[in-house]
């Protein structure tokens, strides 16, 4: 089955120590990117990668850290995570083109404490 | 300007009726429109898209969207609502002035009453 896979689905951890959320895709696709999502904001692109070891920032890259050293997987890291960085987390991928649908992983809901 | 603005961020309608969720989008390109929704502690769903061949969308669990270019719009509309439908909905913008990058509206939620 294709699929994003995100873990883990829910986090609370305290302020300034490290973590990772995994992500990994199954479909090939080269294009992968995280989003946050925050009430009344929509989704924010944090960052994304456009192939393996092609990272870039989105809207809001900032106390973040992402690596793309295969193409399936795709991990965002929080080196040192504050309050404000509690918020739903996607993980998407899609093939690289506009008009491409993207698929998008069940979620992470982190609480920094 | 907003690239996408949901003209309503809560929409209530009973089961059974119409629904109607807006959208217009910015750009200067032929863009490609899609709608996800996202139901309560889950992922986003793509519901339909649009790529630029016919106007009138047709997408999963009878929702469909039309693309009007003179009205900068791609509205999102439901004959008969049910209680499952009940969720966040996104329309989100995909165009060259914006790269490679997907561009979401700030969602509409979606109350449907018994």
């Known amino acids: 089955e294709a699929q994003v896979t995100q873990n883990p689905r829910y986090l609370i951890t305290v302020t300034g120590k490290k973590l990772t959320v995994t992500c990994s895709q199954n479909m090939n696709h080269e294009y992968m990117s995280w989003y946050r999502q925050d009430p009344g904001l929509g989704l924010r692109q944090i960052y994304y990668?456009?192939?393996?070891?092609?990272?870039d920032k989105g809207d809001v890259p900032e106390g973040y850290k992402v690596s793309r050293k295969e193409k399936r997987n795709f991990p965002l890291i929080l080196e040192s995570p504050s309050p404000n960085q509690t918020s739903l987390y996607f993980c998407?991928?899609?093939?690289?083109?506009?008009?491409?649908?993207?698929?998008f992983g069940q979620g992470t809901r982190l609480t920094v404490v | 300007a907003q690239s996408v603005t949901q003209l309503d961020s809560h929409v209530s309608v009973s089961e059974g009726t119409p629904v109607l969720l807006r959208c217009n989008y910015s750009s200067s390109y032929s863009p490609s429109l899609f709608w996800y929704v996202q139901h309560p502690n889950k992922g986003l769903q793509l519901l339909l898209k649009?790529?630029?061949?016919?106007?009138l969308v047709k997408g999963i669990n009878g929702f469909e969207a039309e693309f009007k270019k003179s009205e900068t719009s791609f509205h999102l509309t439901k004959p008969s609502a049910h209680m499952s439908d009940a969720a966040e909905y996104f329309c989100v913008v995909s165009a060259m002035e914006y790269g490679n990058k997907l561009v979401f509206g700030a969602g509409t939620i979606l109350r449907v009453k018994s």
């Open positions: 649009y790529t630029s061949a016919a106007t």
């Open positions: 990668s456009m192939n393996v070891e092609v990272t």
């Open positions: 998407a991928s899609r093939y690289t083109g506009l008009g491409t649908e993207a698929f």
